[in-house]
Nanobody, 120 residues
Framework: QVQLVESGGGLVQPGGSLRLSCATSGRISSFNAMGWYRQAPGKQRELVAAITSDGNSNIADSVKGRFTISRDNAKNTVFLQMNSLKPEDTAVYYC??????????????WGQGTQVTVSS
């Protein structure tokens, strides 16, 4: 069974930085992509960043230029470096991994979430 475990969340001031980690029990190369979603109270969960098994990344417009996603294949871990944090970045951040099966049917795996709070 695939398990994803996030860490690195916390409280930071606006303009500060955090680095989130997602360790998986599976091989990163076995997933089509891994990434980070976030969900703030009263809002839908949204994609923040994703990275494919071949190293290509996608970053949401709202965080582009401030957040970067990276991976360590040897440790089966994906990272989200968050710089220049803003109050609107406050949310629970979830690690995600997915595979595309037969007929491109998507199966998702989720971590438990880690709280990021940006406040002065």
């Amino acid at each position: 069974q695939v398990q994803l475990v996030e860490s690195g969340g916390g409280l930071v001031q606006p303009g500060g930085s955090l680095r989130l980690s997602c360790a998986t029990s599976g091989r990163i190369s076995s997933f089509n992509a891994m990434g980070w979603y976030r969900q703030a109270p009263g809002k839908q969960r949204e994609l923040v960043a994703a990275i494919t098994s071949d190293g290509n990344s996608n970053i949401a417009d709202s965080v582009k230029g401030r957040f970067t996603i990276s991976r360590d294949n040897a440790k089966n871990t994906v990272f989200l470096q968050m710089n220049s944090l803003k109050p609107e970045d406050t949310a629970v951040y979830y690690c995600n991994a997915f595979v595309l099966g037969t007929l491109n049917i998507r199966r998702d795996y989720w971590g438990q979430g880690t709280q990021v709070t940006v406040s002065s």
